[in-house]
């Protein structure tokens, strides 16, 4: 059975070219960083130049890219550290985050008496500006908004600038979730005044294990893994090197091929969304996934009946799929996303499924997964109607 990836918001595969750049970091270049002899210098060149090529990706200085494990590493450091260093008293936030920043958030309002205020999304998913506008203004509490900046279940863009803007002129810390759009879009953080996001190198072909937070040099803010000076004492601990330099090289492959990738995933959603709407009828489309200008490699569909195993059938399919984030893919509720968007009567009769594609995805893939969708539609109807029947 040939086997067809479609969860690519949740992982993607290694590029040849960032194994074959770890492999040889880890054989030739295994000093430590932190050591001065030239094995763990060699280590540590390598580990700047890195910073250097994120950072300029971004237009920051070098010294405001801190590398971490992961996105939620990152997420977790910059909220907790904001509360606990920077005193902040009230997070503005919503109910669509990813949950490494829910639940830090519910963390901070439990442990530090932190006060939390949800901005409520509409049924498209979208977020009202000018009511987090308002709850700027009408407060003199030591405020951080944390949103995310493109939706990792139904693909919502957040005007990042927009917010950033609101932000800065009443006072406010803004940290953006930006692990689903990093490498994916351009960022230039010269002119968009967030003060803190985060990457996750596995999102766009790198490896598992590494990513970075970007810190604005004006924050103040202080590291919670404390230890040693590395990584301008924010993150202690021996850098992962060969990480650092796998996630250089997928972002340096992503950045080069950006616009080559995202015309060829383009193509590939649209012909997924015109596929679902001719084959399956009754199918709708989630959040803003299937309009122009949401984050392109994510696709929120909405099918006709209800079936919580449809992963499980999908992947006996050989087709690998999800129905919103990989965080929650164990649960057996639907997501806080969907809670929020979709009515009670689609939630008891319908079936939420999340599309992820890559520049690896191809036409053949997509129409492989609506063959089985109708299959399994089918079975639906059939099963639907025997118990109906009995």
Request: with cysteine; charged share 25%.
């Amino acid at each position: 059975m040939d086997k067809i990836y479609l969860d690519n918001a949740a992982t993607t595969p290694l590029s040849e070219e960032v194994i074959d750049a770890m492999v040889s970091v880890m054989k030739v270049t295994y000093g430590n960083p932190s050591s001065t002899h030239s094995f763990g210098q060699e280590a540590k060149i390598l580990i700047e130049k890195t910073r250097r090529e994120v950072a300029d990706y971004l237009h920051v200085t070098p010294s405001e890219i801190i590398f971490t494990s992961c996105g939620t590493e990152s997420n977790n450091m910059i909220i907790k550290s904001c509360v606990d260093h920077l005193g902040v008293q009230r997070i503005i936030t919503s109910p669509l985050e990813h949950k490494c920043v829910a639940e830090t958030v519910l963390e901070m309002k439990n442990r530090r008496g932190v006060e939390v205020v949800y901005l409520r999304p509409d049924q498209k998913g979208d977020l009202d500006l000018a009511k987090l506008e308002e709850l700027l203004k009408n407060s003199d509490k030591k405020t951080l908004v944390s949103l995310m900046h493109a939706n990792n279940e139904i693909g919502n863009l957040l005007d990042i600038k927009k917010v950033a803007e609101i932000c800065k002129e009443n006072n406010t810390l803004f940290h953006s979730d930006t692990v689903q759009s990093m490498a994916h879009m351009d960022l230039d953080f010269s002119q968009i005044p967030v003060d803190f996001a985060s990457c996750s190198a596995h999102k766009f072909h790198g490896p598992k294990g590494s990513g970075f937070a970007f810190i604005r040099k004006s924050s103040g803010l202080k590291g919670i893994i404390t230890g040693g000076p590395q990584e301008r004492s924010l993150r202690a601990g021996t850098e992962n090197v060969c990480g650092i330099v796998g996630l250089g090289k997928a972002l340096e492959l992503s950045l080069k091929n950006m616009s080559d990738y995202a015309s060829h995933i383009k193509e590939i959603k649209n012909y997924a969304i015109e596929k679902l709407a001719a084959e399956i009828e009754g199918v709708k489309f989630n959040g803003r996934s299937a309009e122009e200008g949401s984050l392109y490699t994510v696709l929120s569909v909405l099918l006709p009946f209800k079936d919580p195993m449809i992963g499980l059938k999908l992947d006996m399919n050989g087709i690998a799929i999800s129905q919103g984030s990989a965080c929650s893919s164990g649960a057996s509720k639907p997501s806080m996303v969907m809670m929020m968007i979709l009515d009670e009567e689609e939630m008891d009769n319908s079936t939420p499924l999340r599309i992820s594609f890559s520049h690896l995805t191809t036409k053949k893939d997509i129409d492989a997964l609506i063959d089985a969708l109708k299959k399994i539609a089918s079975d639906s109807k059939i099963e639907k109607t025997n118990i109906e029947h009995r």
